[in-house]
């Protein structure tokens, strides 16, 4: 039996947990809860949180809420 966690790039999660860390960053300097910003961007609250948490990446998502906070794409290091 094989490990799925053995497939895993190190490199990539710790990317998604900075990824997630810096939405959270920065929807909290803007004031919003996660609610605030689900109403802002039309994602669920509980696709925020995957996202925050580093359990989502996908670049769609992303960029609603990066356009819902006001950042430039490259905030998330999509281009």
């Known amino acids: 039996?094989?490990?799925?966690?053995?497939?895993?790039?190190?490199?990539?999660?710790?990317?998604?947990?900075?990824?997630?860390?810096?939405?959270?960053?920065?929807?909290?300097?803007?004031?919003?809860?996660?609610?605030?910003?689900?109403l802002t961007c039309g994602l669920t609250g509980a696709e925020i949180t995957r996202i925050e948490l580093g359990a989502d990446f996908d670049p769609a998502r992303l960029r609603r809420i990066a356009s819902a906070l006001q950042l430039p794409n490259s905030t998330f290091r999509l281009t």
Request: glycine residues 6%.
């Open 1 to 38: 039996m094989t490990n799925p966690m053995s497939k895993l790039d190190v490199a990539t999660c710790r990317d998604r947990v900075d990824i997630g860390f810096a939405v959270k960053q920065c929807r909290e300097a803007r004031g919003y809860s996660v609610e605030d910003l689900s």
